[in-house]
């Protein structure tokens, strides 16, 4: 297995706790928040995809999903159509609302697919490659993937625990 091998599996495991995640919740599951300052397991799993999507299409230098597949249309929220949800307030994190499972699924699958077709595009030597020398050491691509999976790892991972606590609740 290659280190792309392994990438790969960890965004398939990213695709499969969204999937987990909003499978058979309602709008109004979806938009709980433990408190109001909480992200909701909609918005975490927006965020997810969204934050994926942008910065593998940015690697990539190609166009997001979000964008080329109609989901920012299909979504239909209130926010700007770039906005992935980095530093969202209060305010912002309830604006991500009337969304429903299929569609946090459809979307997460569709970033998936661009994701596994970009990484299918990479050698073992594009991840040793720097695309960033502000840093010390200089970013390379293999660390930005990384960096995106082990993002999308924790706000699925985050996701997964408000839902308990919803369905507790």
């Known amino acids: 297995m290659t280190a792309l091998d392994v990438l790969t599996e960890g965004f398939e495991r990213v695709r499969d706790g969204v999937r987990e995640a909003a499978d058979g919740l309602s709008a109004e599951q979806l938009e709980a928040r433990p408190d109001e300052d909480a992200n909701s397991i909609g918005w975490l799993l927006w965020h997810t995809s969204r934050v994926q999507d942008a910065q593998m299409a940015a690697l990539a230098e190609s166009e997001e999903v979000w964008l080329t597949e109609g989901w920012a249309d299909s979504f239909g929220l209130s ?9 969202h307030d209060h305010d912002q994190v309830a604006a991500v609302r ?6 946090l699924v459809g979307y997460q699958d569709a970033t998936f697919e661009r994701t596994r077709t970009i990484l299918a595009g990479l050698s073992e030597a594009d991840l040793a490659r720097v695309i960033d020398e502000s840093y010390d050491p200089p970013l390379t691509v293999g660390v930005r993937v990384l960096s995106i999976l082990a993002d999308d790892l924790e706000h699925v991972g985050q996701a997964a625990y408000v839902r308990g606590i919803v369905e507790r609740g």
């Open 79 to 87: 926010l700007d159509p770039s906005d992935t949800g980095y530093g």
């Open 98 to 103: 009337g969304i429903t499972p299929e569609q």
